[in-house]
């Protein structure tokens, strides 16, 4: 339910705007470079290289099952961090350097080698890259958290995350056609030069973030000693509240990431036929239409949170991804391919909006927790939630590899059959549609209004100022 009051945002709790700049420059990694990996793995390792699917699925999953052991070491990290610089910029400039140098790597594939030698280099350099993204991912996101106290500044910083951060998107769609241009021999060599100019877009915009946003609980975080690992772990999947937002997003992620691609190869096979050069462009537009919608839906999104509330936000959000994932069954149209851009703007309207507000929101739960236990420990709620969404991801891999041979695709021929583009389209139609269904049921009566951010906001607040923390847990365990 929309909040009954609408707080304004105190001098005190504003971000300066350079920092939110350079805050939106850190996301271009998460947001704009790791998709890319994802969108770009399977037209370069299984259309141009030959390596199976379930092959590649299986190559793509693994990692993730890594980042459930590194994700929260390296939320536990950087929560105990002490230095001079902070608990998370350090970070910044050493995943960084890491996100870059790997990106590079996972697309320079050494020739001669066979299809198992491949999947292995993969499975290599996703280990790495993914390592990458963790340390550099998990602390940028737990500075987030805590750059304000302010429910609704939280919102605005989220924004100005996603904003620039699909500012660096539109470039990632175009990344296949540039590689398929003719001063290359093909998209695998080409490929390996347009990977070293990315890497040098990682590398700068991850230094911006590491040097010009300021961490805000330096002070605090001085007193408080260092956390326990398993405790802390405990305590953060107890919060029902978290595992509530955790498993609304993770039902959307995986329901997406479960027809991983598939789009890509309806574009090829079904509306162009086999012409990759068309079906490349098309990709292109696409993909350009679904940063440029994710941008100009940063505007309604705040309008919307600021009347709304931030679950009810989420809702339309995840109805308008419905609309868009059933309109695909008029929209994918051999006579008109163009109406594809119709559920693209609108599923990524919706995605821009789940995935910004979850941000905003893990930033309110994080203060709720404060109440609860005493603690700032927005690291461990960064790397829980890192692990949650990478799971989806991972888990979806490898049933996306699944569902693809099962449609009995065959990269080897330019025109599939008609059974196997048909189930290409039921599959990426159907099953994002299904789970987004059940996540708009769980967003029902989301219970952190608005309203109860401000009451915890106000109850630590009166903490700091020397009020007693048992009396204030004990009326913060009694609100609604």
């Not at 941008?295 to 959000?317: D, E, H, N, Y």
């Not at 299904?434 to 769980?442: E, I």
Request: hydrophobic share 50%; with cysteine; net charge positive.
């Amino acid at each position: 339910m929309p909040s009954s009051t609408h707080h304004e945002t105190a001098a005190a709790d504003r971000i300066p705007v350079a920092q939110k700049v350079a805050f939106g420059f850190g996301m271009a990694t998460p947001i704009a470079f790791v998709n890319a990996v994802a969108q770009l793995t399977n037209l370069i390792y299984n259309i141009g290289l030959g390596v199976s699917p379930i092959l590649l699925g299986i190559a793509q999953m693994i990692p993730r099952f890594w980042d459930a052991l590194s994700d929260p070491i390296a939320g536990y990290i950087s929560d105990n961090t002490r230095t001079r610089w902070g608990r998370r910029r350090p970070y910044l400039f050493i995943g960084g350097f890491g996100v870059a140098i790997t990106f590079v790597l996972i697309w320079t594939v050494p020739r001669g080698l066979s299809e198992y030698g491949i999947f292995g280099y993969y499975l290599g350099m996703s280990l790495l890259f993914y390592t990458a993204i963790t340390v550099f991912s998990v602390p940028l996101v737990a500075l987030g958290y805590e750059m304000t106290d302010d429910y609704h500044e939280r919102t605005r910083l989220f924004a100005y995350g996603s904003f620039i951060g699909n500012l660096f998107a539109i470039l990632t769609p175009w990344l296949y056609h540039l590689a398929n241009l003719r001063i290359f021999s093909n998209e695998v060599e080409g490929m390996k030069t347009v990977g070293v100019a990315v890497a040098v877009i990682i590398l700068a915009s991850a230094l911006v973030s590491g040097v010009v946003c300021k961490e805000r609980k330096l002070v605090q975080v001085r007193k408080q000693e260092k956390i326990q690992f398993w405790p802390s772990i405990k305590a953060t999947m107890r919060n029902r509240t978290y595992l509530r937002l955790i498993g609304i997003v993770f039902v959307v992620a995986a329901g997406f990431n479960f027809v991983n691609g598939f789009a890509n190869y309806i574009m090829i096979y079904y509306l162009f036929d086999g012409a990759k050069d068309a079906a490349a462009k098309l990709m292109g537009i696409n993909g350009t239409a679904w940063a440029i919608a994710a941008l100009i839906a940063v505007f309604p999104m705040a309008w919307c949170s600021a009347r709304l509330g931030k679950a009810r936000t989420v809702q339309l959000s995840v109805l308008a991804m419905i609309v868009g994932s059933l309109l695909k069954i008029v929209c994918y149209n051999q006579m008109y391919p163009w109406l594809t851009l119709i559920p693209t703007v609108l599923i990524s309207t919706g995605m821009l909006v789940l995935f910004t507000m979850a941000g905003a929101m893990i930033a309110d739960i994080c203060d709720e927790d404060e109440l609860e236990n005493g603690v700032r420990r927005e690291g461990n709620y960064s790397a829980v939630y890192s692990w949650w969404m990478k799971f989806a991801v991972s888990s979806a891999y490898l049933v996306a590899g699944i569902l693809l041979e099962s449609t009995g695709f065959d990269e080897k021929i330019l025109h599939q059959s008609a059974n196997t583009l048909f189930w290409l389209r039921f599959w990426e139609i159907g099953l994002p549609a299904l789970l987004c269904g059940l996540g708009y049921f769980l967003l029902s009566n989301y219970p952190l209004t608005e309203d109860r951010a401000y009451e915890v906001k106000q109850l630590l607040a009166r903490r700091h100022e020397g009020g007693d923390p048992k009396e204030e847990k004990e009326k913060g365990n009694k609100l609604p």
